[in-house]
């Protein structure tokens, strides 16, 4: 039931800190011809390696669909993509790109403008989730109107669960007829309390920067896995934009709404954007340069995934962010979790791990 929200038009445009690398225009044509002239069919190369990726990707609505589940994100990729996938995440995006033919040239100006604008982070990311960010930058995303904050709060409503307003710090394992029972510790305005569950889902990212978060009674116990997070800053301004810094005296002339930037170490932000509201009006227009406005600027290759399943029904989520983070990423590692969770409660053997799916798919169709 959520809407699509509506595209605002706005050109975009590449910084390297004195002078603009690539500038979109209004004609697509000329676009094109601009890429071509600049770096050759790189950006061709690129979109089949992208949409090659994307093709078996999208391979897994088709599996949850039917119930399969897999109990490690090396065996989810490995079914999607065989070991090429799993590879993807221990080799960077600019290694795979620079093997399928795009210039080191292209990978400096253009990919690298994407992954700082996405993740703050150069072209040495993993290229799995390297290919992720490249894809959301091709503008044929979703977006819902009224925010995408509404997909997490509808999801929530449909699953008619008993919310409790609480900061879980802990897990302790307990038996009861032979089957685990896992006890939930958490702290709320009320004070300390718990609770007794079958099934439990971490979401919480256990890695060293985790704070106040145990795991009691777990033989063998369960540790902090590798891996930290990069610490990001976006800072919401409403103000004028000093288009002379890139360039343009006159605001009234400055063309773009949005601002990707090249790896240059002179450069105190990443990516700039003219912000519009979730909600988009028939009337709604970008404001102009030269108006007052809000702009949005993000300032400054794993080789383990960690385990989906902790314990016998103890399953982890967030160990998907380390294959690439995203909103669908998530949406569908939890629907992973569910269908892992019901299969082995059930011992539905069967649908979990299995081999050649795309062979079982088409036999069962």
Partial sequence: GLKHRREVAGKSAIFSGEHFVLEETDWYLLNLFRLWWHYGISFLRLQMWVEEVMEKFMRIYKYQAHGYAFSSLEELLRSLGGDTFVNMTQRSVAESL????????????????????????????PAFAGAMSLVG??????????????????????????????????????????????????????????????????????????????????EPPITNFPGAFQPSVTSVVHGYLNSSYFGFPDPKLFPFASILTTDTPNLFFNAMDNICPV?????????????????????????????????????????????????????????????????????????IDQKDLMHKVKTEL
């Fill in 137 to 218: 930058a091709q503008g044929s995303t979703w977006a819902v109107e009224g925010g995408n904050k509404l997909v997490c709060s509808g999801l929530l409503k449909l699953s008619k669960a008993s919310v409790i307003p609480a900061r879980v710090t802990g897990v302790s394992l307990h038996s009861s007829e032979g089957r685990a029972l896992y006890q939930v510790h958490y702290e709320s305005s009320e004070g300390q309390g718990s609770a007794f569950y079958d099934i439990v889902v971490v979401t919480t990212p256990l890695h060293p920067s985790r704070s106040n978060f145990t795991f009691e009674n777990f």
């Fill in 98 to 125: 620079l093997e399928v033919g795009v210039t080191q040239r292209f990978i400096d100006d253009v990919v690298a403008a994407v992954l700082r604008s996405s993740y703050g982070q150069s072209v040495l990311v």
């Fill in 279 to 351: 909600n988009i009006s028939a009337a709604f227009r970008r404001k102009q340069p030269q108006e007052a406005a809000v702009w949005h600027p993000r300032y400054d290759a794993t080789k383990s995934l960690p385990p989906i399943v902790l314990h016998e029904n103890l399953f982890y989520l967030s160990g998907v962010e380390w294959v690439a983070s995203s909103m669908e990423m998530i949406a569908v590692a939890a629907k992973n979790v569910a269908l892992l969770a019901y299969n082995r409660w059930h011992q539905d053997l069967d649908k």
